[in-house]
């Protein structure tokens, strides 16, 4: 019986690996028609109404999301832990009026900052074909890094410190 708990295991594991892989292969597949370019977008006006001006001196993680997404609200523990250390704009698409996306914040014990993309203007201006997608952006507003799909915590804490 030990036998078989050790080869269950084995081949758990070496499914696990395969998968991270093959997750990784589709992210990189679904970025390469993403919004590469500098970022020019110097403020955002936030769920709440007032404007969040991008600091010139830090990097930022721009995170596109959905209210609907199943994936996303996985992520979203995520997105609000690097929020309390590191500069984080999230943009909601699809998501319906400002009253809805905040009472999904307050549902989820969400705070980081959130732009209602009520009318896809960033969603096109970026291309975000599917949710969630993540970029990273340096000081100089350099585009560093950007994923499709879920991304941990300590893999976001790692890409922020890479590009610091």
Not at 87 to 103: R, Y
Request: glycine share 4%; hydrophobic share 40%; proline share 2%.
């Amino acid at each position: 019986m030990n036998n078989k708990i050790k080869k269950y295991l084995k081949e758990a594991v070496i499914l696990m690996f395969v998968l991270a892989i093959a997750m990784n292969i589709i992210s990189y597949y679904k970025s390469l028609d993403l919004n590469k370019d500098k970022l020019d977008i110097t403020s955002f006006t936030l769920l709440d109404k007032n404007t969040f001006i991008i600091s010139k001196a830090k990097p930022l993680l721009l995170h596109f999301w959905a209210t609907w997404c199943p994936i996303c609200k996985l992520e979203g523990e995520n997105i609000e832990k690097i929020s309390k250390e590191y500069e984080v704009i999230s943009i909601v698409v699809q998501s319906g009026s400002d009253e809805a996306i905040q009472n999904y914040m307050k549902e989820h014990n969400l705070s980081f900052k959130v732009v209602n993309d009520k009318d896809g203007i960033y969603s096109q201006k970026f291309n975000i074909k599917a949710f969630p997608t993540t970029f990273i952006y340096d000081k100089d507003k350099k585009l560093r890094f950007s994923e499709v799909g879920y991304t941990s915590t300590f893999g976001l804490y790692t890409r922020m410190l890479l590009i610091k």
